[in-house]
């Protein structure tokens, strides 16, 4: 019999030229105009090490390899990390709808973040600023409540997602009170809370590199756990599967790997949702096919639109969370006319 | 071989669900589990999957389950809930191969055997050519014969239904009743069955465990019960009693 969980040559041929072009259009597309060539040459004679003739700028070579290449590597582990923990939410909360800012941690990174900047607090730890770090507590910070909440309430998963709900309310409050009160902050604060792609050469992607790593490893070897939890939980006990520890563990990794994202990259809406349903409409419904291709896809999907956020308006850059519901979004909704009802 | 219950309690927020029940019967019997609503059927179910706390012992062939299930895993036993799951965007062969998840670990995928074993449960349920069909698609009776599909695959020999055929029809619920006793002869399961349905089972099943209000009635051969006097005091209704032409009770 012909093996049923394997990826079909399309998808993988697809995926890798979706890497590819996004690599390209991300590294020669930008404010400064650099030749073919020259980029070529960067890549061959700076990373893989060939002899090249081309004539290469120094700058040129600068906005490369310490600008455009890291804000790619960047915005790929930043879309990757939001898609596999919208897999890992959807997967443990069996919603569609599940997105990885559902236990609060839009809310508590948006809160964190509004403090040190209402606050000024201006410092440094190693590669980490004050912002980032507000949002890494804060996420993670607001997840913790809502599980503890969960937990006084009887441990059921439904609970956990009412837990969430009302800790993102109330961060949410208070944060808003928080904009009012500081009014002068409002625009540093939203334009970080609409989502952008700053960075300041490769230190951010070292950041974010070890999580992305560590947690995608495990998300994915609870994929078959995922698909079993596409059954009811007596059911999936009687086949071998733990739910409770999958939520757990699941849960973790995929909070962790958002309020990283979000220290990183502020709230970029709809890659979380949208990129694992795209991919269960269009490959496979099974987490063994959707959590690898969601790293791949989402990972090119976010530089692909951050690469549309510093252009279009260039030399001013546009919030890149508006681009990628701009794109997303009437693409998702082709897709589920497209699938009749089928989803 | 034999399955028994030891003095088996269970309890739900402090509330008595099961009080002390004891039975024994031989490997490869069919027991009917059948009693009025909250009479504690489902409970009894899903405690002797393993799903529930209990106080008390389970033995498998006088062995405690605690220890078997402990050492061994739960691929003995398949349990089908009352309300099954019917993913969406899963095929069958996906819905079949999850009986297999217990053969595989963490890193390997199944195998060319695990393939070979969900073949051959489909061809078993006459499903084959239904395979790469999504589960939502398949009508009530095919989807009762994938559950059973997926507990073949598990490789079980200890069956568990709870009242699988409650949104079946007449001639379905008949071809169910055939298919499990098949099933039970060629592959000599234990299936512990609960229904409301008393006519099926006069005709189909071998033993009975009769519960009311979570405590155990009766447990033997079920000829013993199929009398109305019995049945009028267990469901607190009037029922008669005729005997049909191929000589089975019926209840009305």
């Known amino acids: 019999m012909e093996k049923v969980f394997k990826f079909s040559n399309k998808s993988i041929v697809f995926s890798i030229i979706l890497v590819l072009v996004s690599l390209i259009i991300s590294v020669s597309i930008g404010a400064a105009e650099i030749s073919t060539d020259e980029i070529v040459g960067i890549f061959l004679r700076e990373i893989l090490g060939y002899q090249s003739n081309t004539e290469i700028n120094n700058i040129n070579k600068i906005i490369i390899l310490e600008w455009r290449l890291p804000r790619f590597c960047l915005g790929f582990l930043v879309g990757a990390s939001l898609a596999i923990a919208g897999c890992g939410f959807q997967g443990v909360f069996k919603n569609p709808l599940a997105d990885p ?181 269009t490959v496979s419904s099974s987490y063994r096919i959707i959590i690898p291709l969601s790293a791949l896809v989402g990972g090119s999907f976010l530089t692909i639109a951050d690469t549309f956020s510093r252009t279009v308006i260039s030399p001013s850059e546009l919030p890149i969370g508006i681009v990628t519901a701009f794109i997303g979004a009437p693409f998702f909704a082709f897709l589920l006319k497209a699938s009749k009802g089928s989803f | 071989m034999s399955y028994s219950a030891k003095n088996l309690s269970v309890f739900k927020d402090n509330k008595n669900i099961i009080n002390e029940i004891s039975f024994d019967f031989p490997s490869g019997s069919y027991v009917s589990i059948i009693g009025p609503n909250g009479a504690g059927k489902t409970t009894l179910l899903k405690t002797l999957a393993g799903l529930l706390d209990f106080k008390g012992s389970l033995l498998i062939n006088n062995v405690d389950s605690d220890e078997l299930f402990k050492y061994s895993n739960k691929n003995n036993c398949a349990y089908v809930p009352q309300n099954i799951s019917i993913p969406e965007g899963m095929s069958l062969i996906e819905y079949v191969l999850l009986g297999r998840n217990s053969y595989t670990n963490w890193f390997l995928s199944e195998d060319k055997k695990d393939y070979e074993i969900v073949e051959k449960a489909l061809n078993k349920l006459n499903l084959q050519t239904k395979k790469n069909q999504m589960v939502k698609t398949l009508s009530g009776g095919e989807m009762q014969r994938a559950t059973l599909s997926r507990a073949l695959a598990q490789e079980a020999n200890l069956l568990l239904l709870d009242e699988p055929t409650s949104s079946l029809d007449f001639a379905k619920t008949n071809e169910f009743y055939d298919l499990i006793i098949q099933l039970k002869k060629d592959l000599k399961l234990t299936i512990f069955f609960s229904t409301h349905d008393i006519n099926s089972i006069s005709k189909y099943s071998e033993y009975v465990i009769v519960l009311k209000k979570g405590k155990k009635i009766f447990s033997g051969k079920i000829n013993e019960i199929l009398n109305e006097v019995f049945l009028s005091e267990l469901y607190e209704t009037k029922l008669n009693k005729i005997i049909t032409e191929d000589g089975y009770p019926l209840f009305y």
Not at chain 1, 173 to 183: E, N, P
Not at chain 1, 194 to 202: A, M
Not at chain 1, 238 to 263: C, D, E, H, K
């Open chain 1, 101 to 281: 800012f559902l236990l609060g941690s839009a809310a508590g990174a948006g809160l964190g973040v509004t403090l040190v900047i209402v606050n000024d607090l201006n410092y440094s730890f190693g590669i980490i600023n004050s912002v980032q770090l507000g949002a890494f507590i804060g996420a993670l910070g607001a997840v913790i409540c809502a599980a503890f909440i969960s937990i006084s309430a009887g441990k059921s998963i439904a609970s956990l997602l009412l837990a969430g709900i009302a800790t993102a309310a109330f961060l949410t409050a208070c944060q808003t009170y928080l904009m009012h009160k500081y009014y002068s902050s409002m625009q540093e604060i939203y334009s970080w809370i609409i989502g952008r792609l700053l960075t300041s050469g490769w230190e951010d992607v070292i950041t974010i590199l070890p999580y992305f790593t560590v947690c995608f490893i495990i998300i994915f070897l609870f994929r078959k756990e995922l698909d079993l939890l596409r059954l009811s939980e007596d059911e999936a006990k009687m086949l071998g599967g733990n739910p409770r520890r999958t939520y757990f563990i699941v849960l973790t990794a995929s909070s962790l790997l958002t309020a990283v994202a979000v220290s990183l990259s502020g709230l970029i809406a709809f890659v979380g949702l949208v990129i694992p349903h795209i991919l269960r409409l």
